[in-house]
């Protein structure tokens, strides 16, 4: 029996999913797509993952891979998706892959973006962190080159999920304020990190402890003990779902 495989590019907004992953009771990302493809190729059709979203996180390139039992082109796949799947969820790519490709395992890297305005537009509801007050995105920047690197990130790490080895590595963390092009009086903060892999809610909270910098509540100089420390108690609160974009997983030359 043929056997035949895709990787697809998926966008979505999260609003009101719970999350990427399949669960019981709950509308996801994951049970959505495979429940569009079951009606598609009347076939269980099991997805490989980039990794997990949590509940109201979006994304602009969320990679997946699934094996069909029937070969299509991949053009007729992506429009078949699109017709079915709801409006906050949509396929940008559907390309052939090797038959041991792993959106997951192969990754190279991740980019996370996470939006934050002063301004509470109502073009942003649920897309950004509402914080009236004005950030000091010098020492935010100053913050971040301390976390830039490869560490120990138990402090940036949520309770729920622990793992054995909890070292990653930042390439970057890009802290920049951008016009929002709908309404471009708005300024966007965006906060933009690059790793080759991340904890469960790091990137939140490293947002969030980024923001209390920002704010004057902690030194940038501080961010060094708080790595050391390896204890979620000295970071700051977790920043709100809304704000987070999975934005792109790298590949490099593999397909």
Request: aromatic share 10%.
């Amino acid at each position: 029996m043929n056997v035949f495989k895709f990787k697809a590019t998926v966008t979505y907004d999260g609003t009101g999913f719970h999350g990427w992953q399949r669960q019981v009771g709950g509308k996801t990302i994951q049970s959505e797509i495979e429940h569009v493809l079951l009606k598609i190729f009347q076939q269980q059709v099991k997805i490989q993952s980039s990794g997990r979203t949590d509940s109201g996180v979006h994304a602009t390139r969320h990679v997946i891979s699934f094996c069909l039992l029937k070969d299509m082109r991949p053009e007729k796949i992506k429009n078949a998706m699109n017709a079915l799947l709801p409006a906050q969820i949509r396929i940008k790519e559907v390309l052939p892959v090797r038959e041991n490709f792993h959106p997951r395992y192969d990754a190279k890297k991740k980019v996370y973006r996470y939006l934050i305005t002063n301004f509470n537009s109502p073009f942003l509801i649920n897309k950004a962190w509402n914080i009236p007050e004005t950030l000091n995105l010098k020492e935010m920047k100053k913050a971040a080159s301390y976390i830039t690197g490869t560490h120990d990130f138990t402090s940036f790490q949520a309770s729920g999920r622990p793992v054995k080895n909890p070292v990653r590595t930042i390439e970057y963390i890009k802290i920049r304020k951008e016009k929002f092009c709908i309404d471009p009086e708005i300024r966007v903060i965006v906060i933009e990190i690059c790793g080759t892999g991340f904890l469960y809610k790091m990137v939140r909270n490293i947002v969030g402890t980024l923001v209390d910098v920002g704010r004057g509540k902690i030194l940038p100089s501080q961010i060094k003990q708080i790595i050391d420390g390896r204890d979620r108690k000295l970071a700051s609160a977790t920043a709100p779902s809304c704000g987070l974009y999975l934005s792109d997983v790298i590949y490099g030359d593999k397909k």
